[in-house]
C-alpha cells in the first residue's frame, strides 16, 4: 500500500489512536478529518498525557467565577469586579526565534483574557534561560525581551512583574511563559461557547497565511538540531494589528453583540471551531472558501491548522451581524461571516455546497485518549539528598560571597528586564516591579490587586512534590507581602518528555504538591497550561511548574513594599531559620551542584504567615515587608537596604551554622520593619498567629549591613554591593 | 582585499509582514489606489576583508546565514564589489 | 470661561485614557476622545496627542500618523494659537508633522526604557510651565524606545537662543551632561516649545507621576499651568 497503509503518522497520531478514531467515526476519516483529529488530539490541545493528573488540582471556591477549561479562569475581586487571568507557554517558538516566539506568546494570553470580556490590565512573565555567560543564551534572553516589551508596549498592557533565572538545564529549550489578567464586572463575563442554532460564526481581524502550521503538534515533539525541515513557518506578531482587535472587540462586547467568542490560538480554526461546538453542545459549519487569505492558494487543512495570530471567532445573532461589521469597519479591521451554528453536533467543513469534513465536535474535544503514564523515581533522587553541604559551611569570608551572589544571574536586579517593559502605562502601577509583587489599584475603588509568578526549579527538580508546593507558597507569600490576601492561581507546567517514566514521576509529584498547597492556602487553579517535550539532545529541562498568584488589598492605602523606610525603625524576621543550606543559590554558586534535601515546608504555617501580614498590613503595623528567597537572610536584606540606600545592623540568633543563618533558604520567613511604637500590637498579633519571631535588628543611615551570628561576622558596604548587583545582569546579557 | 557586501533580508513570502501591511493601507488611504504590495525589509552593508571574491563570498554568506537573517521567517540576497 | 479640551486617538495611541483621566483628575474637568479620522476641531481650547504607537510606529514614530484627517486641523488651531501637547508619541507626531523642528531617533542603547528620569525646567515662563520654577529639578517617567532627539546644529543654537528648550534631562542635583540622556538626546533634551510658545512636545510623560498614590506629583504642575493659562487667557 502507499502512505495509506499507516495515514496516521503524519498527523502525530498512534496507530491505536487511529484505530480509537475508525470506531468513533464508524468509517475510515479523510486525509482533513484526520488532520483535525491529530492537532485536537495533540498534547497541546488535548492534555492527554496530563488530564489525568490535572484532575488532583482543586479548582473551586467562593472566589471563582470560572474555572479551568474556558479561554481563562475568573475570579471575583469584590465591588463588583471581577479579574480573568490565565498563563501560557511559548516555549519551542522562542527557541526558534526568540522575539518573534515572545511576542506572540504575549499575543496570544492577551486574545485570551479580552475573550472573556475583560480589559487586560496587567502582563507578567516567568523565563528561563541557559547558562547566561553562552552567546546563544545572551542572544536569546534580548530576543525574547525586546520581543515581549514591543508587543506588550505597544499594546498599552503593562508589563508588572514576573521572574527570571538562569541554568543549564535550559541551555537549548529556554521556557518563555506569559501571564496576563484582565479586568471586567462580575456580571458580563463572556464564553467561548458555539450556542443558538442558526447563528453566525464569524472570523474577525487578520487574514489567514502559512503561519505555524502544526504549531500544537510542533509544541508536543522534543526540540532538536535536526528538525529544520519540519519547523513550521515562525508567527510574526502585529502588535497593532491585536491592539485594533481589541479595542474592536470590547466595544462589540460593550454593545451586547455577541453571543461567545474565542481566540484564535494553538490549532486556529480547528481548536477554536471544534471547542465552541464542543463546549456548547452544538454543531457548527465553516465555509473555506470565505476565510480571507493572505496569500492565493491555501489548501484546506493548511486554512484550518494556520496559526496566523490576531484573529478571533465570534458567535453572533443574525441580526447583529451588521452592527459588528460597522465596529470593525471603523477600526480597519476584516469581520467576515464564514459559517453557522448547527443543531447536529458534528464540525463541518465546506466550500461552496462541497463538504470536506464532517466530525462531531464532541469526538475532537472530549473523546481524546486520556494516558495514564507509568512513571518511576529516578535514581538521582535519593542520591541528591545524600549531598555533602560542608564545604558550604564552612566558608569564611562571608561578605566575598554576598557579593558574589548579590551578582550572580539569578540574584542580581532585574531591572535590567523590566526597564524595557513600559510597566506604568495605564496609570494603575502603584509597586513597581521590583518588589516581592507587583501592586495595581483596581479603577473607582480603594481596592488593589497584587500579581506575582515563581517557581525555583531546582528545588522542583530535587523534590518534586515540595518543590512545587514551596513555589505555591512562594507566590502567595509575595502577594501577602505587599499585603493582598492571595486569592488564586494559574500555571505553566513545564516538564521534560511526558513518556520517559521518570519525567513523568517528576510530573505527577509536582501536580501532588501544587495541588496540596493550593488547598492549604486556599488558591484555587482557575486554568493554566501544560508543556511538555521541553528537551534538547534528549536533556530535559529542570521540572519548572510556574505558578501564576493573584490577591486583593482592600485598600491600597495600606499596601507594604520590601524597602526600609526610615532609620530607627526596628526589623523582626517572622519564622524559623533552621540548618536549611540543601538545594540553595549558595551552594550551587560555591560547587556548580544542584544537590541537597530541599528546605521543609510547614503549610498550615504558610497559611498563618499570609493572614498575618494581611492584618498586619490592614492596621498600618509594619513600615517594610520582603519575603525572604534565595540568598536566605543577608540578600533579603541588602534587597530591603538598596531602595532608599539605607543600612541595617543585625544579631542572628537562630541555631545553625553561619553560613545557614546568612543564606539559607528556610521557608515561609519575612523581613518586616517597623517602628518602635508599633511592636506592642506587633507582638500580641505575632502571638495570636502563633508565628515565631525575632526581633533581630535596626535599620541605621549608616552605608553598611552588619550581621552577627555568634563569632561569625558579615560585613558589607552597601553602595559597592548596590553597584554590583545592579551592573551584572545588563553585563552579562550585553551582546 | 576589501570587499562591500550588501545583503539584503525580507521575509519570506509567505511570513506576514506588519509594516508592509500597514504601509499598504496607509498608502491607500492617503488616496494612492495604485499601490500594491508592500514588503518591508533591511539592508546590510558591511565591509569585510579576504583574499580573493569568492572566499569574501563565502564568508558573508556564512555570516547571513549564521546571523543576519533567520531562516525561519527570512531569505537575504547578496551582492559584492571590491573595494579600491 | 470653559475649557474644551481634547485628546486625540489614533489607531495605536495608548495613553488616551491615561490622559483624560489625568486630565480630569487634576483639572476636575472634561477632555473629549477624538478619533484620528475627525476632520473637524472647532474651537479646542487645548489638544493632547498622547503616548502610544500610532499605526504601530511602523516605518518611523509618527511618520503614517501625520497624515491622518484630523492632523490638519490640528495644524489649523495651532496656528491660530491654541494649546497643542504631545506627549511621547505626541511628541513624534508634531515633529514628523513639522509643528515642532527635529526628529527623534532610537534610544542610543537601542532598548525601548521605561523608568524615572530627572528632568531640569529650562523654561518656566512658558503657558504649560508656568507652576514651575526655571532651574527646578522634578522626576517624571520616560517610556519610549525612541526619544534621542536630534537636530541640525544651527537649529538647536536657534532653540537655545531662543529658550525654547523647555525640559532637558538632568543628574538628581540638576546638572546636566550627556550620561544623564538615558536615550542619548542631543543636548540633553526632553521637550520643547515651537517659536509661537503654544505648541509643546516632551518625551517624558507628566501624566504618570501626577498623583501621589503613583508615588510622585512633579508631572501635576504642568497641567495646573495650562489651566492657570487658559483660565487666565481670553
Keep these: 500500500m502507499s502512505a495509506g497503509s499507516a495515514p496516521w503518522l503524519e498527523h502525530n497520531l498512534t496507530q491505536s489512536e487511529y484505530e480509537l478514531i475508525l470506531g468513533l467515526m464508524g468509517r475510515e476519516p479523510n486525509f482533513l478529518e484526520l488532520a483535525l483529529f491529530g492537532v485536537m488530539w495533540s498534547e497541546h490541545c488535548g492534555y492527554k498525557n496530563s488530564k489525568a493528573q490535572l484532575k488532583k488540582l482543586p479548582t473551586q471556591g467562593p472566589q471563582v467565577l470560572q474555572g479551568p477549561g474556558e479561554n481563562a479562569g475568573v475570579v471575583y475581586l469584590g465591588d463588583g469586579l471581577a479579574a480573568a487571568f490565565k498563563m501560557e507557554s511559548h516555549n519551542h517558538p522562542s527557541a526558534i526565534e526568540p522575539y518573534q516566539g515572545a511576542a506572540t506568546g504575549v499575543g496570544g494570553i492577551i486574545r485570551d483574557i479580552f475573550a472573556m470580556g475583560a480589559r487586560p490590565i496587567a502582563s507578567l512573565n516567568s523565563l528561563r534561560f541557559g547558562n547566561v555567560d553562552d552567546n546563544h543564551v545572551k542572544r536569546l534572553l534580548n530576543g525574547v525581551v525586546s520581543g515581549i516589551g514591543d508587543y506588550g508596549n505597544c499594546m498599552g498592557i503593562p508589563t508588572v512583574g514576573g521572574d527570571v533565572y538562569f541554568h543549564p538545564s535550559y541551555q537549548g529549550n529556554p521556557l518563555v511563559n506569559a501571564m496576563c489578567l484582565g479586568l471586567m464586572k462580575a456580571d458580563k463575563i463572556y464564553r467561548g461557547q458555539a450556542a443558538g442554532v442558526g447563528n453566525v460564526v464569524m472570523l474577525v481581524g487578520a487574514r489567514t497565511g502559512r503561519d505555524g502550521i502544526k504549531g500544537a503538534s510542533f509544541a508536543s515533539e522534543e526540540l532538536s538540531d535536526l528538525d529544520q525541515d519540519k519547523r513550521p513557518n515562525v508567527q510574526v506578531g502585529d502588535p497593532f494589528m491585536e491592539k485594533l482587535l481589541m479595542e474592536a472587540t470590547l466595544e462589540i462586547l460593550e454593545k451586547d453583540l455577541v453571543v461567545g467568542l474565542q481566540d484564535l490560538g494553538a490549532a486556529g480554526l480547528t481548536s477554536s471551531g471544534a471547542e465552541m461546538a464542543g463546549r456548547a453542545g452544538s454543531g457548527l459549519y465553516m465555509d473555506l472558501d470565505l476565510v480571507p487569505l493572505r496569500e492565493k492558494g491555501l489548501l484546506d487543512w493548511e486554512i484550518m491548522l494556520s496559526e496566523s495570530q490576531e484573529r478571533m471567532l465570534l458567535v453572533v445573532e443574525p441580526s447583529k451581524v451588521e452592527a459588528i461589521s460597522e465596529v470593525f469597519d471603523k477600526w480597519d479591521l476584516l469581520a467576515v461571516a464564514i459559517g453557522k451554528v448547527t443543531s447536529d453536533g458534528n464540525f463541518t467543513l465546506r466550500r461552496g455546497e462541497k463538504v470536506l469534513a464532517a466530525v462531531p465536535a464532541q469526538f475532537l474535544t472530549d473523546r481524546v485518549p486520556i494516558y495514564q503514564r507509568p512513571f518511576s523515581e529516578p535514581a538521582y533522587y535519593q542520591a541528591a539528598k545524600k549531598a555533602d553541604l560542608t564545604v558550604t559551611q564552612n566558608q569564611g569570608d562571608w561578605s566575598g560571597l554576598l557579593f558574589k551572589l548579590m551578582a550572580s544571574p539569578n540574584l542580581s536586579s532585574r531591572a535590567w528586564v523590566y526597564e524595557q517593559y513600559d510597566h506604568m502605562v495605564g496609570l494603575n502601577t502603584v509597586v513597581r516591579p521590583g518588589g516581592d509583587a507587583a501592586l495595581l489599584r483596581l479603577p473607582g475603588t480603594r481596592r488593589g490587586l497584587a500579581l506575582s509568578s515563581d517557581c525555583n526549579a531546582r528545588y522542583v527538580y530535587l523534590d518534586p512534590h515540595l518543590g512545587a508546593a514551596i513555589a505555591v507558597a512562594e507566590a502567595a507569600l509575595n502577594v501577602a507581602a505587599v499585603g493582598a490576601k492571595p486569592l488564586a492561581l494559574t500555571n505553566c507546567l513545564n516538564f521534560g518528555n511526558p513518556e520517559n517514566p521518570e519525567i513523568y514521576w517528576q510530573f505527577v509529584k509536582a501536580t501532588d504538591g501544587l495541588a496540596q498547597a493550593a488547598k492549604a492556602l486556599n488558591t484555587p487553579v482557575t486554568g493554566g497550561n501544560v508543556s511538555f517535550y521541553n528537551e534538547y539532545d534528549k536533556r530535559a529541562i529542570f521540572p519548572t511548574p510556574t505558578i501564576g498568584m493573584i490577591g486583593v488589598i482592600e485598600d491600597i492605602e495600606n499596601r507594604l513594599t520590601h524597602g526600609f523606610k526610615k532609620p530607627g525603625h526596628l526589623i523582626v524576621l517572622v519564622g524559623e531559620s533552621k540548618e536549611e543550606l540543601g538545594a540553595s543559590e549558595v551552594h550551587y554558586l560555591l560547587t556548580g551542584r544542584d544537590e541537597g534535601p530541599v528546605p521543609s515546608l510547614d503549610l498550615e504555617r504558610a497559611a498563618r504567615l499570609n493572614d498575618f501580614l494581611v492584618e498586619a498590613a490592614k492596621k498600618s503595623l509594619l513600615a517594610s515587608a520582603h519575603d525572604l528567597a534565595e540568598g536566605g537572610l543577608a540578600a533579603g536584606l541588602a534587597e530591603c537596604c538598596f531602595p532608599l540606600n539605607l543600612g541595617a545592623k543585625v544579631k542572628s540568633e537562630a541555631p545553625v551554622s553561619a553560613a545557614a543563618a546568612f543564606f539559607g533558604e528556610s521557608q515561609s520567613r519575612v523581613l518586616i520593619s517597623l517602628p518602635e511604637e508599633n511592636l506592642r500590637a506587633l507582638k500580641a498579633l505575632l502571638a495570636q498567629s502563633r508565628l515565631p519571631h525575632g526581633l533581630i535588628g535596626q535599620v541605621t543611615s549608616e552605608d553598611r549591613l552588619t550581621i552577627d551570628h555568634g563569632r561569625e561576622k558579615l560585613e558589607a558596604n552597601l553602595s559597592d554591593l548596590k553597584v554590583a548587583w545592579s551592573e551584572a545582569l545588563p553585563r552579562a546579557a550585553a551582546l | 582585499m576589501k570587499f562591500k557586501a550588501n545583503v539584503k533580508v525580507m521575509l519570506k513570502p509567505s511570513v506576514l509582514d506588519p509594516q508592509g501591511a500597514t504601509l499598504e493601507r496607509a498608502l491607500k488611504s492617503m488616496g494612492y489606489d495604485n499601490v500594491g504590495s508592500v514588503r518591508v525589509g533591511k539592508l546590510i552593508e558591511l565591509v569585510l576583508e579576504s583574499e580573493n571574491i569568492g572566499e569574501a563570498e563565502k564568508a558573508a554568506n556564512e555570516w547571513a546565514d549564521r546571523l543576519l537573517a533567520n531562516h525561519n521567517m527570512e531569505h537575504y540576497s547578496l551582492t559584492l564589489e571590491p573595494l579600491p | ?234
Design chain 3, 1 to 234: 470661561m470653559s475649557v474644551k479640551t481634547a485628546v486625540v486617538v489614533f489607531p495605536g495611541s495608548n495613553c488616551d485614557q491615561d490622559n483624560v483621566r489625568s486630565w480630569k483628575a487634576i483639572s476636575g474637568l472634561d477632555a473629549q476622545l477624538v478619533w484620528h479620522k475627525e476632520a473637524s476641531l472647532p474651537n479646542y481650547d487645548l489638544v493632547i496627542i498622547p503616548g502610544g504607537f500610532a499605526f504601530g510606529d511602523y516605518l518611523r514614530c509618527g511618520a503614517i500618523a501625520r497624515f491622518s484627517p484630523v492632523m490638519s486641523e490640528i495644524v489649523r488651531l495651532a496656528k491660530r494659537g491654541n494649546l497643542v501637547l504631545g506627549i511621547c508619541n505626541g511628541f513624534q507626531i508634531l515633529t514628523e508633522a513639522g509643528l515642532l523642528p527635529g526628529a527623534l531617533n532610537h534610544n542610543k542603547n537601542l532598548k525601548y526604557l521605561c523608568l524615572d528620569v530627572f528632568l531640569r525646567v529650562e523654561n518656566a515662563q512658558t503657558a504649560f510651565t508656568g507652576d514651575y520654577s526655571k532651574g527646578q529639578v522634578i522626576k517624571i517617567p520616560i517610556s519610549h524606545g525612541c526619544g534621542g532627539f536630534s537636530l541640525k546644529g544651527s537649529e538647536l543654537k536657534t532653540l537655545n537662543d531662543r529658550d525654547r528648550v523647555v525640559f532637558r534631562y538632568c543628574a538628581p542635583d540638576g546638572s546636566v551632561s550627556a550620561e544623564d540622556a538615558p536615550n542619548g538626546s542631543l543636548d540633553n533634551v526632553a521637550g520643547i516649545i515651537n517659536e509661537g510658545g503654544n505648541v509643546l512636545g516632551m518625551m517624558p510623560h507628566p501624566e504618570r507621576l501626577a498623583e501621589k498614590e503613583l508615588g510622585g506629583l512633579d508631572g501635576r504642575p504642568l497641567f495646573t499651568s495650562i489651566l492657570r493659562t487658559l483660565k487666565g487667557g481670553s
